[in-house]
């Protein structure tokens, strides 16, 4: 069974930089879609981005297109998130997850927790001066 686990997270500054990673283990990514999730205290969880494997299209929430990047590593089954320009509103814990079968329309569905199989335990984000 896949396991994911998220690292990367801590306390920064506004306007600093973090990686997120997100290892894949018990499993590859080349058969799953993966998504990036973010849930602040008191806040329902969001959709933050998502890396369709099969065919590399990426996706984004539309308040954190340009300032988020995601990308994957096949050959260290990792998944990362590249935040920049960090601010106090992106403080939150970050969650990596992960959809066991190929589907169509994934620009559609992505942002629906119900669509993922896997999820990681969360890496907390904090963004104050």
């Known amino acids: 069974q896949l396991q994911l686990v998220e690292s990367g997270g801590g306390l920064v500054q506004p306007g600093e930089s973090l990686r997120l990673s997100c290892a894949a283990s018990?499993?590859?990514?080349?058969?799953?879609?993966m998504g990036w999730f973010r849930q602040a205290p008191g806040k329902e969880r969001e959709p933050v981005s998502s890396?369709?494997?099969?065919?590399?299209?990426?996706f984004y929430a539309s308040s954190l297109k340009g300032r988020f990047t995601i990308s994957r590593d096949d050959a260290k089954n990792t998944m990362y998130l590249q935040m920049n320009n960090l601010t106090p509103e992106d403080t939150a814990v970050y969650y990596c997850?992960?959809?066991?079968?190929?589907?169509?329309?994934?620009?559609?569905?992505?942002?629906?927790?119900?669509?993922?199989?896997?999820w990681g335990q969360g890496t907390p984000v904090t963004v104050s001066s």
């Open positions: 018990g499993g590859t990514l080349d058969y799953y879609a």
């Open positions: 890396i369709s494997l099969s065919d590399g299209a990426t």
């Open positions: 997850a992960a959809r066991s079968s190929v589907t169509t329309s994934w620009q559609l569905r992505w942002r629906r927790t119900y669509e993922y199989d896997y």
